[in-house]
Each structure stands twice: as C-alpha cells, then as structure tokens.
T-cell receptor, first 108, second 111 residues
C-alpha cells in the first residue's frame, strides 16, 4: 500500500524551477518524508528529507505543509540532467515505502 | 555510490536453479536492504538486515532468503529461481540518520 501519491509525469522547461508535488495524507507524526530520484536504470539517488520544517540543500528545497499531508520538491533551475523519475517516500521506522514516482522531463 | 557494490551486475539463469546476489559495503553501516524493481512499480523491499545475523522480512520476501555473516556483506538467495523473479535488484545501506544509499543494481533474467 503506497503511502504517497504523485502525478505520473511532468514537464519543465530548462532553466525554470521544477515543482514536484506529493500527497502523504496518512503520514504520522514521527514519519519522515524523503525524496529520491532515479536516472535511467541506475540506483536511486538521495536528494533531501524532512520531518516538518522546510529544508534546503545544494540540490533542492523541500516544502512541507503545516499539516504535513503534502510536500513539494523544488529544483530551482532545472537542467537536462535532472530528467529522471522522482520518488516521494515516507519512512516508517527503518523501512522506505516507494510509490511509482513522477517522471520529470526537462525540455530544452 | 556511497561505497556499495553489487555482484554480479547482470545474470541470466534458468528456472529452478539457485542464484545468489551479493551486496558489499565499505561504510561499516549497520543496516542493509534488498529491493526489487519491476516495470510499473517502485522499489519493493524484499529483506533487510539490522546487524550481523539479524535479518527481517520486507513486503515481498516469499521465494527469497538472506544471510549476513559479516558487516560488509549481505547476500540474497533465490533457492529455486522462477520467471516471476526476473527483475532488477538493488541493495541499499543506511547509517545512523536512516538515509538509504543505493547500489548500482543487478539485472536478473530467469528463463
């Protein structure tokens, strides 16, 4: 049972911000939200994670709503190399539950 | 890739034969995981380990066994491979903050 819901696909123009939404309406208070991406058939790559505060690192920003039922991953200046499948994941204890992700295509 | 290697990277085998996949880490992390990925699905957890000789089942553990005799190696065994086990298998490790880091994957084809 996937704990997250994401749109199956999105497009973004190169150089623009990519905003990837995720719904996790059943998240509980101690569950973290993680974002990973997978390019072609490589192993998933960690991007960012958070509990309730917004987070930013060198790759992206994570915005979590106050009720924690949804979040948005922001890639501030998308490049062609950001074309990938992006997974929003809720961590329960030591286990990650992957959904089917969002296939992001960055268009030149 | 965070000091994780998987072997073999590709394997073709026949139905009914045993297969063992190896995951090796150089990070000395406590937790190790095996996932499978199939078309139309995200990654699904098969088994995980929380220490030497300590393992537990994930959501798709039927038909798989694991062993961990030392910190750096986590083995996944298909005792008698079936065509439904054709998949891409990923190993992952996680440290104190529970962020998981993934290996490059093993493509297994069962004929």
């Amino acid at each position: 049972d996937a704990k997250t819901t994401q749109p199956p696909s999105m497009d973004c123009a190169e150089g623009r911000a990519a905003n990837l939404p995720c719904n996790h309406s059943t998240i509980s208070g101690n569950e973290y939200v993680y974002w990973y991406r997978q390019i072609h058939s490589q192993g998933p790559q960690y991007i960012i994670h958070g509990l309730k505060n917004n987070e930013t690192n060198e790759m992206a920003s994570l915005i979590i709503t106050e009720d924690r039922k949804s979040s948005t991953l922001i890639l501030p200046h998308a490049t062609l190399r950001d074309t990938a499948v992006y997974y929003c994941i809720v961590r329960t204890g030591n286990q990650f539950y992957f959904g089917t992700g969002t296939s992001l295509t960055v268009i030149p | 890739d965070a000091g994780i290697t998987q072997s073999p990277r590709h394997k073709v085998t026949e139905t009914g034969t045993p297969v063992t996949l190896r995951c090796h880490q150089t990070e000395n992390h406590r937790y190790m995981y095996w996932y499978r990925q199939d078309p139309g699905h995200g990654l699904r957890l098969i088994h995980y380990s929380y220490g030497v000789k300590d393992t537990d089942k994930g959501e798709v553990s039927d038909g798989y066994s694991v062993s961990r005799s030392k910190t750096e190696d986590f083995l996944l065994t298909l005792e008698s491979a079936t065509s439904s086990q054709t998949s891409v298998y990923f190993c992952a490790i996680s440290g104190p903050e529970q962020t998981q880091y993934f290996g490059p994957g093993t493509r297994l084809l069962v004929l």
